[in-house]
């Protein structure tokens, strides 16, 4: 399987419910506030939860949408597919109305 049809196939279908994608959205901004607050507080070893907000708002989105996430069989795949959903959610090639379960955008 090349990344193109995990993409297709495997990841946007279980982010097709907007609840699950918005949970997503916040990730990135969630970590920015997060590295914020360790930057002014200076409590450099909090630096090691970085991804953790990033991880845990798109798990709560996968709960509330009731699907499995990907990550836990594609790692690598998963990791860009999200940032390639990201980029194409902001870019409006992909709204809640173009992504179909088991079809491609």
Known sequence: MTFEEFYHQEYLPRHAPPVCRLFHILGPPATVVYLGVVIWLQVWWLL??????????????????????????????????????????????????EVRPGGRL
Do not use: C, D
């Open 48 to 97: 090691i939860l970085l991804p953790l907000p990033i991880y845990l708002l798109a798990w709560v989105g996968h709960v509330l949408a009731g699907n499995k996430p990907t990550f836990f069989e594609s790692p690598w795949w998963s990791f860009l597919g999200y940032w390639r959903m990201i980029a194409s959610i902001f870019t409006g090639q992909i709204s809640s109305r």
